[in-house]
T-cell receptor
Framework: RKEVEQDPGPFNVPEGATVAFNCTYS??????FFWYRQDCRKEPKLLMS???SGNEDGRFTAQLNRASQYISLLIRDSKLSDSATYLC??????????FGKGTKLSVKP | DVKVTQSSRYLVKRTGEKVFLECVQD?????MFWYRQDPGLGLRLIYF???????EKGDIPEGYSVSREKKERFSLILESASTNQTSMYLC????????????????FGPGTRLTVL
Protein backbone atom coordinates (compact mmCIF):
# COMPACT_ATOMS: atom_id res chain seq x y z
CA ARG A 1 0.00 0.00 0.00
CA LYS A 2 1.36 3.43 -0.93
CA GLU A 3 2.09 5.66 2.04
CA VAL A 4 -0.03 8.53 0.81
CA GLU A 5 -2.78 7.90 -1.73
CA GLN A 6 -5.04 10.33 -3.50
CA ASP A 7 -7.35 10.30 -6.51
CA PRO A 8 -5.37 11.70 -9.46
CA GLY A 9 -8.47 13.28 -11.03
CA PRO A 10 -8.78 15.37 -13.06
CA PHE A 11 -11.59 17.17 -11.32
CA ASN A 12 -13.24 19.48 -13.83
CA VAL A 13 -15.54 21.97 -12.10
CA PRO A 14 -17.23 25.25 -13.04
CA GLU A 15 -16.29 28.52 -11.40
CA GLY A 16 -18.05 28.98 -8.10
CA ALA A 17 -18.35 25.26 -7.40
CA THR A 18 -17.32 23.57 -4.19
CA VAL A 19 -14.87 20.73 -4.62
CA ALA A 20 -13.41 18.26 -2.15
CA PHE A 21 -10.27 16.16 -2.36
CA ASN A 22 -9.53 13.19 -0.18
CA CYS A 23 -6.35 11.46 0.74
CA THR A 24 -5.46 8.41 2.84
CA TYR A 25 -2.20 7.64 4.58
CA SER A 26 -0.85 4.30 5.71
CA UNK A 27 1.47 5.20 8.60
CA UNK A 28 -0.67 5.57 11.70
CA UNK A 29 2.33 7.12 13.48
CA UNK A 30 2.37 10.14 11.16
CA UNK A 31 1.86 13.28 13.19
CA UNK A 32 1.82 16.08 10.66
CA PHE A 33 -0.07 16.55 7.43
CA PHE A 34 -0.15 19.22 4.76
CA TRP A 35 -1.58 20.23 1.44
CA TYR A 36 0.81 21.59 -1.16
CA ARG A 37 -0.20 23.17 -4.45
CA GLN A 38 1.72 22.75 -7.68
CA ASP A 39 0.94 24.81 -10.76
CA CYS A 40 1.76 23.43 -14.19
CA ARG A 41 5.53 23.38 -14.76
CA LYS A 42 6.15 25.04 -11.41
CA GLU A 43 7.48 23.89 -8.06
CA PRO A 44 5.21 22.75 -5.20
CA LYS A 45 4.30 25.33 -2.58
CA LEU A 46 2.74 24.88 0.84
CA LEU A 47 -0.98 25.62 0.76
CA MET A 48 -1.85 24.79 4.35
CA SER A 49 -1.10 22.52 7.24
CA UNK A 50 -3.78 20.11 8.46
CA UNK A 51 -4.57 20.13 12.17
CA UNK A 52 -6.51 17.57 14.16
CA SER A 53 -9.24 20.06 14.92
CA GLY A 54 -9.56 21.05 11.28
CA ASN A 55 -8.52 24.42 9.98
CA GLU A 56 -9.73 27.00 7.54
CA ASP A 57 -7.95 29.58 5.44
CA GLY A 58 -10.36 31.68 3.46
CA ARG A 59 -12.08 29.45 0.93
CA PHE A 60 -9.97 26.44 1.89
CA THR A 61 -10.78 24.00 4.69
CA ALA A 62 -8.61 21.06 5.70
CA GLN A 63 -9.75 18.17 7.87
CA LEU A 64 -7.96 15.24 9.47
CA ASN A 65 -9.58 12.00 10.59
CA ARG A 66 -6.95 10.01 12.47
CA ALA A 67 -9.23 7.03 13.11
CA SER A 68 -9.75 6.52 9.38
CA GLN A 69 -6.29 7.84 8.43
CA TYR A 70 -7.92 10.25 6.05
CA ILE A 71 -7.26 13.87 5.12
CA SER A 72 -9.48 16.18 3.11
CA LEU A 73 -9.31 19.56 1.43
CA LEU A 74 -12.43 21.52 0.61
CA ILE A 75 -12.38 24.48 -1.77
CA ARG A 76 -15.42 26.73 -1.80
CA ASP A 77 -16.37 29.18 -4.53
CA SER A 78 -13.73 27.86 -6.93
CA LYS A 79 -11.77 30.40 -8.97
CA LEU A 80 -10.03 29.90 -12.29
CA SER A 81 -6.77 30.53 -10.45
CA ASP A 82 -7.40 27.48 -8.26
CA SER A 83 -6.57 25.26 -11.25
CA ALA A 84 -3.51 23.29 -10.18
CA THR A 85 -2.42 19.94 -8.81
CA TYR A 86 -2.98 19.50 -5.07
CA LEU A 87 -0.50 17.31 -3.24
CA CYS A 88 -1.40 15.57 -0.01
CA UNK A 89 1.62 15.25 2.27
CA UNK A 90 2.38 13.34 5.46
CA UNK A 91 5.45 13.49 7.64
CA UNK A 92 7.36 10.22 7.49
CA UNK A 93 9.11 8.29 10.23
CA UNK A 94 12.47 9.92 9.44
CA UNK A 95 10.91 13.35 9.71
CA UNK A 96 10.91 13.89 5.97
CA UNK A 97 7.79 14.66 3.96
CA UNK A 98 6.01 11.98 1.94
CA PHE A 99 4.07 13.33 -1.00
CA GLY A 100 1.02 11.84 -2.65
CA LYS A 101 0.94 11.81 -6.44
CA GLY A 102 -1.43 14.73 -6.55
CA THR A 103 -4.99 15.50 -7.59
CA LYS A 104 -5.44 17.68 -10.63
CA LEU A 105 -8.10 20.38 -10.48
CA SER A 106 -9.32 22.29 -13.50
CA VAL A 107 -11.76 25.14 -12.91
CA LYS A 108 -13.65 26.18 -16.03
CA PRO A 109 -15.41 29.50 -16.72
CA ASP B 1 11.72 35.95 0.90
CA VAL B 2 13.17 32.46 0.71
CA LYS B 3 14.97 31.69 -2.46
CA VAL B 4 16.09 28.28 -3.67
CA THR B 5 17.92 28.28 -6.95
CA GLN B 6 18.98 25.42 -9.16
CA SER B 7 21.86 25.66 -11.59
CA SER B 8 19.93 24.82 -14.75
CA ARG B 9 16.28 24.73 -15.82
CA TYR B 10 16.97 22.31 -18.68
CA LEU B 11 19.85 19.91 -19.16
CA VAL B 12 20.59 17.32 -21.83
CA LYS B 13 23.26 14.71 -21.19
CA ARG B 14 24.40 11.47 -22.76
CA THR B 15 24.29 8.01 -21.22
CA GLY B 16 27.36 7.39 -19.09
CA GLU B 17 28.14 11.04 -18.42
CA LYS B 18 28.70 12.31 -14.90
CA VAL B 19 26.08 14.92 -14.10
CA PHE B 20 26.09 17.54 -11.36
CA LEU B 21 22.90 19.29 -10.30
CA GLU B 22 23.49 22.22 -7.99
CA CYS B 23 21.09 23.75 -5.50
CA VAL B 24 21.65 26.90 -3.44
CA GLN B 25 19.42 28.42 -0.78
CA ASP B 26 19.87 31.85 0.73
CA UNK B 27 17.95 31.50 4.00
CA UNK B 28 20.50 29.68 6.15
CA UNK B 29 18.30 26.57 6.28
CA UNK B 30 19.72 23.47 7.93
CA UNK B 31 17.78 20.93 5.90
CA MET B 32 18.01 20.33 2.18
CA PHE B 33 16.38 17.74 -0.05
CA TRP B 34 16.57 16.31 -3.54
CA TYR B 35 13.47 14.85 -5.22
CA ARG B 36 12.63 13.63 -8.65
CA GLN B 37 9.16 13.99 -10.09
CA ASP B 38 7.79 11.76 -12.82
CA PRO B 39 4.30 11.55 -14.35
CA GLY B 40 2.20 9.00 -12.50
CA LEU B 41 4.82 8.54 -9.78
CA GLY B 42 4.74 11.90 -8.05
CA LEU B 43 7.56 13.33 -5.98
CA ARG B 44 10.08 10.81 -4.71
CA LEU B 45 12.83 11.61 -2.25
CA ILE B 46 16.35 10.77 -3.39
CA TYR B 47 18.55 12.13 -0.60
CA PHE B 48 18.34 14.70 2.15
CA UNK B 49 20.72 16.43 4.49
CA UNK B 50 20.23 17.77 8.00
CA UNK B 51 23.49 19.63 8.17
CA UNK B 52 26.77 20.28 6.48
CA UNK B 53 28.55 17.05 5.52
CA UNK B 54 25.55 14.99 6.62
CA UNK B 55 23.38 13.01 4.26
CA GLU B 56 20.57 10.51 4.51
CA LYS B 57 19.19 8.20 1.86
CA GLY B 58 15.65 8.77 0.75
CA ASP B 59 13.39 6.33 -1.02
CA ILE B 60 15.30 6.02 -4.30
CA PRO B 61 19.04 6.73 -3.74
CA GLU B 62 20.34 4.14 -6.20
CA GLY B 63 22.38 5.70 -8.99
CA TYR B 64 22.76 9.00 -7.13
CA SER B 65 25.10 10.57 -4.62
CA VAL B 66 25.08 13.94 -2.90
CA SER B 67 27.47 16.45 -1.45
CA ARG B 68 26.90 19.11 1.22
CA GLU B 69 30.19 20.90 1.82
CA LYS B 70 28.56 24.24 2.63
CA LYS B 71 25.31 24.94 4.40
CA GLU B 72 23.77 26.80 1.49
CA ARG B 73 24.65 24.31 -1.23
CA PHE B 74 23.45 20.77 -1.84
CA SER B 75 24.63 18.95 -4.94
CA LEU B 76 23.12 15.89 -6.57
CA ILE B 77 25.50 13.74 -8.59
CA LEU B 78 24.65 11.16 -11.20
CA GLU B 79 27.87 9.16 -11.44
CA SER B 80 26.95 7.57 -14.77
CA ALA B 81 23.74 8.92 -16.20
CA SER B 82 21.21 6.47 -17.61
CA THR B 83 18.08 7.03 -19.67
CA ASN B 84 15.85 6.05 -16.73
CA GLN B 85 17.19 9.07 -14.88
CA THR B 86 15.46 11.38 -17.32
CA SER B 87 13.19 13.34 -15.00
CA MET B 88 12.36 16.63 -13.32
CA TYR B 89 14.68 17.15 -10.34
CA LEU B 90 13.52 19.39 -7.54
CA CYS B 91 15.60 20.70 -4.68
CA UNK B 92 14.03 21.94 -1.45
CA UNK B 93 15.16 23.42 1.84
CA UNK B 94 13.60 23.95 5.24
CA UNK B 95 14.67 25.42 8.55
CA UNK B 96 14.95 23.37 11.70
CA UNK B 97 12.65 24.11 14.59
CA UNK B 98 14.10 25.10 17.93
CA UNK B 99 13.10 21.64 19.16
CA UNK B 100 15.37 20.13 16.55
CA UNK B 101 12.48 18.66 14.62
CA UNK B 102 11.99 19.29 10.95
CA UNK B 103 9.60 22.10 10.17
CA UNK B 104 6.51 21.85 8.06
CA UNK B 105 7.36 23.99 5.12
CA UNK B 106 9.75 22.98 2.44
CA UNK B 107 10.72 25.64 -0.07
CA PHE B 108 11.31 24.30 -3.52
CA GLY B 109 13.56 25.46 -6.30
CA PRO B 110 12.18 25.82 -9.85
CA GLY B 111 13.42 22.39 -10.88
CA THR B 112 15.86 21.04 -13.45
CA ARG B 113 14.42 19.02 -16.31
CA LEU B 114 17.13 16.50 -17.16
CA THR B 115 17.06 14.48 -20.35
CA VAL B 116 19.52 11.62 -20.74
CA LEU B 117 19.95 10.44 -24.32
Amino acid sequence: RKEVEQDPGPFNVPEGATVAFNCTYSNSASQSFFWYRQDCRKEPKLLMSVYSSGNEDGRFTAQLNRASQYISLLIRDSKLSDSATYLCVARGSQGNLIFGKGTKLSVKP
Amino acid sequence: DVKVTQSSRYLVKRTGEKVFLECVQDMDHENMFWYRQDPGLGLRLIYFSYDVKMKEKGDIPEGYSVSREKKERFSLILESASTNQTSMYLCASSPREASGYLTDTQYFGPGTRLTVL
